[in-house]
């Protein structure tokens, strides 16, 4: 590796906390759909800042709307009213079948607000007992309620004690959710789309089934989109794609663009159940954040973009399968939209190393799916280029292994 991007990276070893394992690359800027390393290497960029910058790089209105507002103010506190954040969750209130919305800076927190309102709903409503079920495999972050929810012992390790009545059930299984219910479930949480956990999208009739049975036990149904959300499935929401409306639902990532921002959203009657003081943030919301968020929104439904990922979308479909056709090594191709993956029965990370080396970045996602949740821009040439630098990878490890 060349000298100046090898001495970052040995920088970076020394001060920042090892939390993650990293690509020993330095990523310096971007434009559209791809990347730059700081010896001048070009990328295409299918990981998106891991489903983030939901606009590519260096997008124009984005930036310039960005620029302007932080001129005329960066933040101000949630004592007081903002356009930005007014417009923002007009436009999401719009666009969705909820009524409010909770600003905050990240998927985890937005975890945090919904299983907080699910006990303060219970509470208002009287309900015999606060227990939250979730699924196996699932992942919904890092703070210690959003860590409690994922259903993996891997990030459980060490933390004790975790959130009490909590429960876990396999996923995609009704009868297995049915019968972990009690009188005392206040809430039940889950991905539409499992994202970490390997993509893996919810059949349909099992969110149909989960529906019918919250409302016959006046338990909140609670979808985690912080993934699958801000039309990753070609809708804004995933919930939209089942067509099972939950009644609160969480989100992030790629709302503003790739500027830090959570959100969740409840029904009114849910959101009751939060008065002033019962939550709160900081910088929940700040004006930046919302006015880059009113951006992305425009460009879902005005621009185009949801569009574009329902078309190409399909297209990334049928080229993985092709794929597959040609390299026995995929044993499975799931997901829908731009959030999709590939199952390998060879080891991801060697692929995804080699893709980089070739100049595409690829993530992985469970321990045997490459993932791809490429920005929501991604054209047909960008999807084929992808397709090439993958095959040559995947011929090189097949023929290793
Ligand atoms: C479905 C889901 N929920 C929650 C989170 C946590 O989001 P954050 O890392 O912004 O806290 C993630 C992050 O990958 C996620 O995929």
Same mark, same amino acid.
């Given at each position: 590796?060349?000298? @100046?991007? &090898? #001495?970052?990276?040995?920088?970076?070893?020394?001060?920042?906390?090892?939390?993650?394992?990293?690509?020993?690359? #330095?990523?310096?800027?971007?434009?559209?759909?791809?990347?730059?390393?700081?010896?001048? @290497?070009? $990328?295409?960029?299918?990981? +998106?800042?891991?489903?983030?910058?939901?606009?590519?790089?260096?997008?124009?209105?984005?930036?310039?709307?960005?620029?302007?507002?932080?001129?005329?103010?960066?933040?101000?506190?949630?004592?007081?009213? %903002?356009?930005?954040?007014?417009?923002?969750?007009? !436009?999401?209130?719009?666009?969705?079948?909820?009524?409010?919305?909770?600003?905050?800076?990240?998927?985890?927190?937005?975890?945090?607000?919904?299983?907080?309102?699910?006990?303060?709903?219970?509470?208002?409503?009287?309900?015999?007992?606060?227990?939250?079920? *979730?699924?196996?495999?699932?992942?919904?972050?890092? %703070?210690?309620?959003?860590?409690?929810? *994922?259903?993996?012992?891997?990030?459980?390790?060490?933390?004790?004690?975790?959130?009490?009545?909590?429960?876990?059930?396999?996923?995609?299984?009704?009868?297995?959710?049915?019968?972990?219910?009690?009188? @005392? *479930?206040?809430?039940?949480?889950?991905?539409?789309?499992?994202?970490?956990?390997?993509?893996?999208? #919810? /059949?349909? /009739? $099992? !969110?149909?089934?989960?529906?019918?049975?919250?409302?016959?036990?006046?338990?909140?149904?609670?979808?985690?989109?912080?993934?699958?959300?801000?039309?990753?499935?070609? @809708?804004?929401?995933?919930? &939209?794609?089942?067509?099972?409306?939950?009644?609160?639902?969480?989100? +992030?990532?790629?709302?503003?663009?790739?500027?830090?921002?959570?959100?969740?959203?409840?029904?009114?009657?849910?959101?009751?159940?939060? &008065?002033?003081?019962?939550?709160?943030?900081?910088?929940?919301?700040?004006?930046? +954040? %919302?006015?880059?968020?009113?951006?992305?929104?425009?460009?879902?439904?005005?621009?185009?973009?949801?569009?574009?990922?329902?078309?190409?979308?399909?297209?990334?479909?049928?080229?993985?399968?092709?794929?597959?056709?040609?390299?026995?090594?995929?044993?499975?191709?799931?997901?829908?939209?731009?959030?999709?993956?590939?199952?390998?029965?060879?080891? %991801?990370?060697?692929?995804?190393?080699?893709?980089?080396?070739?100049?595409? !970045?690829?993530?992985?996602?469970?321990?045997?799916?490459?993932?791809?949740?490429?920005?929501?821009? #991604?054209?047909?040439?960008?999807?084929?280029?992808?397709?090439?630098?993958?095959?040559?990878?995947? *011929?090189?490890?097949?023929?290793?292994?």
């Amino acid at each position: 590796m060349a000298e @100046k991007m &090898q #001495a970052l990276v040995n920088r970076g070893n020394e001060v920042v906390m090892k939390t993650y394992s990293r690509f020993p690359i #330095a990523l310096d800027h971007g434009e559209g759909m791809y990347v730059w390393d700081m010896e001048g @290497k070009k $990328y295409i960029d299918f990981v +998106a800042g891991i489903a983030v910058n939901s606009l590519g790089y260096g997008h124009s209105a984005l930036s310039s709307v960005i620029a302007e507002q932080a001129v005329k103010m960066i933040h101000c506190s949630n004592l007081y009213y %903002t356009e930005p954040q007014i417009a923002l969750a007009e !436009l999401l209130v719009k666009h969705s079948d909820f009524d409010k919305v909770f600003f905050c800076n990240s998927g985890a927190e937005s975890i945090e607000s919904a299983l907080k309102i699910a006990r303060k709903y219970a509470k208002m409503k009287q309900k015999a007992g606060n227990e939250i079920i *979730t699924m196996l495999h699932s992942f919904h972050g890092r %703070t210690y309620g959003a860590v409690t929810a *994922t259903g993996q012992e891997k990030y459980h390790k060490g933390l004790s004690p975790l959130l009490p009545d909590v429960c876990h059930v396999p996923f995609n299984d009704f009868e297995a959710l049915k019968n972990a219910v009690t009188e @005392k *479930t206040c809430a039940i949480l889950l991905e539409p789309i499992q994202g970490e956990g390997g993509i893996l999208p #919810a /059949e349909k /009739e $099992y !969110l149909q089934k989960i529906r019918k049975l919250c409302d016959e036990k006046d338990i909140l149904l609670i979808f985690d989109e912080v993934q699958c959300g801000v039309g990753r499935t070609g @809708k804004l929401f995933a919930y &939209q794609y089942y067509g099972v409306v939950p009644d609160v639902a969480t989100f +992030a990532k790629g709302l503003a663009g790739g500027v830090p921002i959570g959100a969740m959203m409840a029904k009114d009657f849910v959101a009751e159940a939060f &008065q002033p003081g019962d939550h709160a943030s900081t910088f929940g919301g700040n004006s930046l +954040a %919302t006015a880059a968020g009113v951006v992305v929104m425009k460009e879902l439904f005005e621009n185009g973009l949801l569009e574009n990922v329902n078309k190409n979308g399909a297209y990334l479909t049928q080229q993985l399968q092709k794929l597959q056709q040609n390299h026995s090594c995929i044993t499975a191709v799931r997901g829908i939209g731009f959030m999709q993956g590939i199952a390998l029965n060879i080891p %991801t990370g060697d692929v995804i190393s080699l893709c980089m080396e070739k100049g595409l !970045l690829l993530v992985g996602a469970g321990y045997d799916v490459v993932r791809f949740v490429p920005p929501l821009i #991604a054209e047909q040439k960008h999807i084929d280029e992808m397709i090439a630098i993958l095959e040559e990878a995947l *011929t090189l490890c097949e023929n290793k292994a």
